[in-house]
């Protein structure tokens, strides 16, 4: 029999997370599964991502009686959502993001719904105080599964939440990538007669954008040909275009944004950089990897190790190595033409492993609760 399935999720913004829960709503509604969406962003409310017609949203909303009122607000946006929830009369909840996690396993104590949810930082729950894991341990007791990204996730929870049902299913590709707004073409921001050293992501401190802009003016003047441009924006990109002002790189260094046609930047690049010093399973190396880019990487504790084997599909660097170990292996690279195309043939291998297809199959099998 088909399911009831709700999803929830804080907004449907850019994101990684995002991305997934879209594709899964998508499946599993044209496959005839009933399937609901509630978003818990109580403000502006943008669906960066295409969803089916077939997936019923809903929104949750602050309250009007006491609208500055946090504690108030809190409390009625769970009351809120445990109505939402049965209202839907679901046979499985799936959530996404810890503080979500949080909210819809209160929510729906008492509620004869599995529950699944899915953790996607490393340390999973790192946003949490280490203060109350105590309580978390006895709420997450109602979770029927866990789901996380890595097998060194599964490790951490399986040894400090004790008795949780932990599974591993990565992130899944899209390929190719599907075209949305906003639409920035290559040729409107950069030369045509140039190599492109492609970077993207949330424009935040972890990204460490500033530690690839070093190591960019370490080797722009011996590789005149090639120029940095980094993908995405938040709450870093106004510090990170005065750092290119400050280090002259302003013809160098390009900053366009947001984009929905990630697809036409990495067909256009030659090169692709994740400077993250934290990551859990990052979608742009993902997607960049299967569009044949060679790429490079810091090896966090998690994400990248899982796509990358070093020196046969992609380079890992050391993250204590910081800019000095980005100039290596960028000019490695660079130089070597044999390798770097040695390294965009096996890349492209990653497209059936993490296929729609092959990980839904792993979605799927959670739902036979």
Known sequence: MKKNIVIIVSSMNMGGAQRVVSILCNYWSQNGYVVTLISTFTKEKI???????????????????????????LVWKLINLRKLIKSQNPDIVISFLTRVNIAVALSTIGIPASLIICERTWPPFTTLSNNFFWGYRILFKGVDKIVVQTEKSKAW???????????????????????????????????????????????????????????FLQIKDKHPDWDLVIIGDGEEMDSLKLMAVDFDMTGRVYFPGRVGNMSEWYERADLFVLSSILEGFPNVLLEAMAYGLPCISFDCDTGPRDMIQNGVNGILVNPNEKELGLVNAINKIISNEKLRNKIANNSIILRDKYSVSNIMKKWDSILDI
Request: no cysteine.
């Open 47 to 73: 669906n960066h991502y295409q969803l089916s017609n077939d997936v019923n949203l809903k929104y949750l909303s602050n309250n009007t009686f006491l609208p500055n009122n946090k504690v108030f607000n």
């Open 157 to 215: 929870l399986s040894q400090n939440f004790p008795g949780s049902i932990v599974k591993v299913i990565p992130n899944l590709l899209m390929y190719p990538l599907p075209l949305h707004s906003p639409l920035v073409a290559p040729s409107s921001v950069i030369l045509q007669n140039k190599k492109v050293i492609l970077a993207s992501g949330r424009m935040h401190k972890y990204k460490q954008f500033d530690v690839l802009i070093r190591a």
